[in-house]
């Protein structure tokens, strides 16, 4: 069975940083791309970052580029999201997912974790 | 970037009823990559559906997508109790991003 669990959420001031976390189990890490989404409270969904199987290659979304990095230690089965520079709109939670990937980051979520909440707020 | 957009906002059905999700993209998807979630309250969201009509692992034959182009639908043939949640259309054609629809909020009437 498919398990991932997000953890590093938290309260951060506004322009803090933090560092989520995300332990896969159940299948083989290091030969799945995966992905960052994050929910907004009350609001739908938003694919931020990917990234592929060996690490090398990350994507963002334009609301995050610049200020968030993804990446992996497939030795450690565990996926990575570096938050930097947060504002009030990166309030949400934020889901590991794993992606049945069509190359060309043309992908969809085929397992999610439970997600992890920042708030981001003085 | 394909934006798309979903209806209705929200639907009271009864148990038993058929329901019918609409999710319209802004230009079309090429090769049917579209994919169908369902949220419930407090909980992540959970794959449904995959090439806009292949059934994800595990879930029920009632659940059914079609559709092409610009349009797709979500059915839902006779709706149970654990039925009543949010869904939200992905399309993974143009990427990135792979953009989400805004989501149906399926209630009980």
């Known amino acids: 069975e498919v398990q991932l669990l997000e953890s590093g959420g938290g309260l951060v001031q506004p322009g803090g940083s933090l560092r989520l976390s995300c332990a896969a189990s159940?299948?083989?890490?290091?030969?799945?791309?995966m992905a960052w989404v994050r929910q907004a409270p009350g609001k739908g969904l938003q694919w931020v970052s990917g990234?592929?199987?060996?690490?090398?290659?990350?994507n963002y979304a334009d609301s995050v580029r610049g200020r968030f990095t993804i990446s992996r230690d497939n030795s450690r089965n565990t996926l990575y999201l570096q938050i930097n520079s947060l504002g009030a709109e990166d309030t949400a939670i934020y889901y590991c997912?794993?992606?049945?990937?069509?190359?060309?980051?043309?992908?969809?979520?085929?397992?999610w974790g439970q997600g992890t909440l920042v708030t981001v707020s003085s | 970037e394909i934006v798309l957009t979903q209806s209705p906002g929200t639907l009271s059905l009864s148990p038993g009823e058929r329901a019918t999700l609409s999710c319209r993209a802004s230009?079309?998807?090429?090769?049917?990559?579209l994919a169908w979630y369902q949220q419930k309250p407090g909980q992540a969201p959970r794959l449904l559906i995959y090439?806009?009509?292949s059934r994800a692992t595990g879930i029920p034959d009632r659940f059914s997508g079609s559709g092409s182009g610009t349009d797709f639908t979500l059915t839902i043939s006779r709706l149970e109790p654990e039925d009543f949640a949010v869904y939200y259309c992905?399309?993974?054609?143009?990427?990135?991003?792979?953009?989400f629809g805004q989501g149906t909020r399926l209630e009980i009437k």
């Open positions: 230009q079309s998807v090429r090769s049917k990559s």
């Open positions: 159940g299948f083989t890490f290091s030969s799945n791309a």
């Open positions: 990234v592929n199987p060996d690490g090398i290659h990350t």
């Open positions: 992905q399309q993974y054609d143009s990427s990135p991003p792979n953009t």
């Open positions: 090439d806009a009509s």
């Open positions: 997912a794993k992606v049945r990937d069509y190359g060309d980051w043309r992908f969809y979520f085929d397992n």
